[in-house]
C-alpha cells in the first residue's frame, strides 16, 4: 500500500527557507518518479517540482534557482528545500509519486495516482 506523509511546513516571513520531507512506503523509491505539488486558497494545483529515478530534477519557472527537489534513496523521503520564500509560495504542499515509471512525464496531476495528504506553507511579507 502505498503512503506519503508530508512534513516540515510552517510559518515563515519573506526570504526565509523552510525545507519538507515527504516520507514515503509501499513502492521502490528510487525506482519511481516523484513530485511537489502545492494548491493556494481558490487556485488549481500545480507542479512545483519533480525528480525521476536518476535524480534529474525539473522545476516550475516560479521556483527555479530557489526551489531544490532531492531524494535518499535508503530513507526513503523526498525533500523540497525552498529558500528565498514569497509571499505567492504560500500554499498546501503535496507529495505525489508514480510509482510505475522511472522517468517523469509531464509536471501535471493526472500522470501522479498517489498522493498524500499536504502540509501548509505560509509566507508572510
Known amino acids: 500500500q502505498v503512503q506519503l506523509v508530508e512534513s516540515g511546513g510552517g510559518s515563515v516571513q519573506s526570504g526565509g527557507s523552510l525545507r519538507l520531507s515527504c516520507s514515503a512506503s509501499?513502492?521502490?523509491?528510487?525506482?519511481?518518479?516523484m513530485a511537489w505539488f502545492r494548491q493556494a486558497t481558490d487556485k488549481e494545483r500545480e507542479g512545483v517540482a519533480q525528480i525521476d529515478s536518476g535524480g534529474s530534477p525539473k522545476y516550475v519557472a516560479s521556483v527555479k534557482g530557489r526551489f531544490t527537489v532531492s531524494r535518499d534513496n535508503a530513507k526513503n523521503i523526498l525533500y523540497l528545500q525552498m529558500n528565498n520564500l514569497k509571499p505567492e509560495d504560500t500554499a498546501m504542499y503535496y507529495c505525489?509519486?508514480?510509482?510505475?515509471?522511472?522517468?517523469?512525464?509531464?509536471?501535471?496531476?493526472?500522470?501522479?495516482?498517489?498522493w498524500g495528504q499536504g502540509t501548509q506553507v505560509t509566507v508572510s511579507s
Open positions: 509501499g513502492f521502490t523509491l528510487s525506482r519511481s518518479c
Open positions: 505525489a509519486v508514480q510509482p510505475s515509471r522511472i522517468y517523469c512525464g509531464s509536471l501535471s496531476t493526472s500522470f501522479f495516482p498517489y
